[in-house]
């Protein structure tokens, strides 16, 4: 449960610090879009004691029935800042930027904070570490240009027939020509790219997923082990429980008064699905990079006033 506290409470009240020492506390500061946070930063002096990676945002909430109803409501009616060209206008607005080496978790206690979600690149692996294979990273390029193919074969439009799909670009009509029927084996497995991007991303997910608290890993796990859920994908991904969908997306040009509001088609707000997922880890990564004037998605967590640029190798 979060903790349950009036607004009118002083901001040292709200951030109690138990069993862990700081050279100084954490910042408060709210937005206004009406949310609390607090931010431990090591240049600051102020560790997340379970966080350390670098920044840490800490999401204050209140969990009283009114309160929360009233959340609700703002959430519901809370759209995405589509008037904003660029990252430092929706920053001007007080959404939260989130980037490797940030973490959002809940709770004002750090030592009982639930961590919920984390922001890696290829950079911040590499540096803590936590890449088994350094490889990786070339692999992910290889197998998205292999997918994408030519692009002179890439359109907006879907692919349209039967056995010679015409349209689409060049993945879509693979995975029509080859779905078309149950029983087609036409395409060996080891050439098969949906098993190949299902192996890499799969492989690259579980490495981000080494940056989570070792406690929270070895709860996910044993849920899926109760629930007789088999890792997914590449052997050594034994952290990563839902499933696997590759997206093809449209690139935006930059500087574009309605860039934000096209990017909704290939980056939008978080979301429950209809499985029962809630013990599972999830991976949303970036395959190949953003073509040069053009700009880059942006992931927008709309409860909590939070965005990520999803730059090439981002995963969160």
Sequence with gaps: ???????????????????????????????????????????????????????????LLVTSEGHTTEKMKQYKARMVPVGAKAQQEVEDIRWVCLHPDTDTGLNADPDEDEIQAWVTDGRFLVHHQLLRNPDILEHIGEVSNKALRPVEDRTSNP????????????LERLLRRM??????AQVPEEDDVRSQLLQTLTEYAGSAMNAGPECRIDLLENIGLVKQMPPLGHRNNRRFWTGFQANVSRPILSNNSTELKDDLGRAGDAHP????????????????NTPPGYTHAHFHLIELGLFIVMERETAI
């Design 1 to 59: 449960m979060l903790p349950s506290a009036p607004q009118s409470v002083p901001a040292a009240a709200r951030m109690p610090i138990q069993s862990t020492e700081f050279k100084r506390p954490p910042a408060y500061f709210d937005t206004k879009l009406g949310e609390r946070y607090l931010l431990y930063d090591p240049a600051q002096g102020s560790t997340h004691p379970q966080w350390k990676y670098g920044k840490a945002v800490v999401i």
């Design 159 to 170: 692919p349209s027939g039967g056995k010679t799909p015409q349209g689409g670009i060049a």
């Design 179 to 184: 779905s078309n029927d149950p029983g087609n």
């Design 273 to 288: 699905d209809s499985h029962d997922q809630i013990g599972s880890f999830s991976a949303l990564i970036v395959a190949n």
